[in-house]
């Protein structure tokens, strides 16, 4: 099992790989799923309210029999939350069968933005860390425009911006990446394995191919193009939200944080050949706003 970790800005830590419980666990039962993850070596689980299934990630929990320290658990505030924020966190935290949360998100600035509420959302979420309701409170989705409206009046910096990071959508997520760290914000990245996913045969083939074979080469064990975009997130201190309905690609994923290291050229070349292709599954917006601005 993976023990890398990544410091927050508030002391806490968050281990590297999350189990994610959306996208294809989406509305359905994430109990098999999240004690089979834990059983294989994860210990943070990402949830949410949207994704209507945080019983069944509780239950995955309590039936693999970790302790409740040994994990890590996030979950995430609806889009349009019903009622005060607090208490939709406190129906959540019966949901998963748990008294506290390790790091609880605003899930997207969408409504809040649309609705001039930003700074009242983020001042509720401070009052939810106070409380020792969430170990740690972040967002998700948020763009550096975002961050900018929430650091104006915060008491507590986010200690995590989730957000879709891959090599295709580097050309412009690398603006909000470079905020985050400058302000000791951890990027979280989902959607990392969209180069061979949801958009293969793009340009970044021959490289994911090429520092692939190198490292298996290097390791003596079979390294993959997936391992290859979450080894890149790894240098670049990101942590990574994945999923897998495969025992072994959830070992796979784990095995990362102890391959040898991509080389700077290999860094670049990702970077480069990424963004040669603009594919975003969801942070779609992002793009809009910059062609906007130029
Ligand atoms: N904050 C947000 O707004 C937001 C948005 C989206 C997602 N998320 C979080 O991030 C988590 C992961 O998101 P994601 O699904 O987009 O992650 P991803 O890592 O990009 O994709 C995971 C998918 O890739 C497939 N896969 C794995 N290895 C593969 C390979 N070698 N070749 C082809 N397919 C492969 C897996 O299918 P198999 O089952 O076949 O392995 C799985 O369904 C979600 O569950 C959720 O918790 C958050």
Same mark, same amino acid.
């Given at each position: 099992m993976s023990s890398l970790t990544f410091s927050l800005n508030d002391g806490n830590s968050i281990p590297w790989l999350g189990f994610g419980?959306?996208?294809?666990?989406?509305?359905?039962?994430?109990?098999?799923?999240?004690?089979s993850a834990i059983e294989?070596?994860?210990?943070?689980?990402?949830g949410a309210q949207l994704y209507r299934n945080e019983e069944s990630l509780g239950d995955g929990v309590k039936q693999s029999g970790i302790a409740r320290e040994k994990v890590f658990i996030t979950t995430k505030l609806a889009e349009t939350p019903d009622g005060a924020i607090?208490?939709?966190?406190?129906?959540s935290l019966k949901k998963l069968g748990v008294d506290y949360v390790d790091l609880f998100l605003i899930h997207s600035p969408a409504v809040?933005?649309?609705?001039?509420?930003?700074?009242?959302?983020?001042?509720?979420?401070?009052?939810?860390k106070k409380e020792g309701l969430a170990k740690s409170i972040g967002v998700s989705n948020f763009t550096v425009e975002h961050l900018q409206?929430?650091?104006?009046?915060?008491?507590?910096?986010?200690a995590v911006n989730q957000i879709e990071l891959h090599p295709?959508?580097?050309d412009t997520a690398s603006q909000i990446y470079s905020f985050c760290r400058e302000k000791g914000i951890v990027v979280e990245s989902y959607g990392a394995l969209t180069p061979i996913f949801r958009a293969a045969g793009g340009p970044l083939?021959? &490289? =994911?191919?090429?520092?692939?074979?190198?490292?298996?080469?290097?390791?003596?064990?079979?390294?993959?193009?997936?391992?290859? =975009?979450? @080894?890149?997130?790894?240098?670049?201190?990101?942590? &990574?939200?994945?999923?897998?309905?495969?025992?072994?690609?959830? @070992?796979?994923? =784990?095995s990362t944080a102890s391959l040898p290291d991509l080389t700077s050229d290999e860094i670049?070349?990702?970077?480069?050949?990424?963004?040669? =292709?603009?594919?975003?599954?969801?942070m779609y917006y992002v793009k809009q706003v910059q062609e906007h601005k130029e």
């Open positions: 419980t959306g996208t294809a666990l989406y509305s359905k039962d994430a109990a098999a799923a999240v004690k294989t070596g994860v210990t943070h689980l990402d607090k208490s939709t966190l406190e129906t809040a933005m649309k609705e001039g509420k930003l700074k009242q959302w983020w001042k509720e979420m401070e009052q939810i409206i929430v650091l104006e009046d915060a008491t507590v910096v986010p295709y959508v580097w083939d021959p &490289v =994911l191919v090429s520092a692939s074979e190198r490292l298996s080469k290097e390791s003596g064990i079979s390294v993959s193009s997936g391992q290859v =975009l979450f @080894k890149w997130l790894i240098q670049k201190g990101v942590v &990574v939200v994945t999923t897998s309905s495969k025992v072994s690609r959830i @070992k796979e994923a =784990l670049v070349a990702i970077e480069t050949e990424g963004s040669k =292709l603009h594919k975003s599954a969801l």
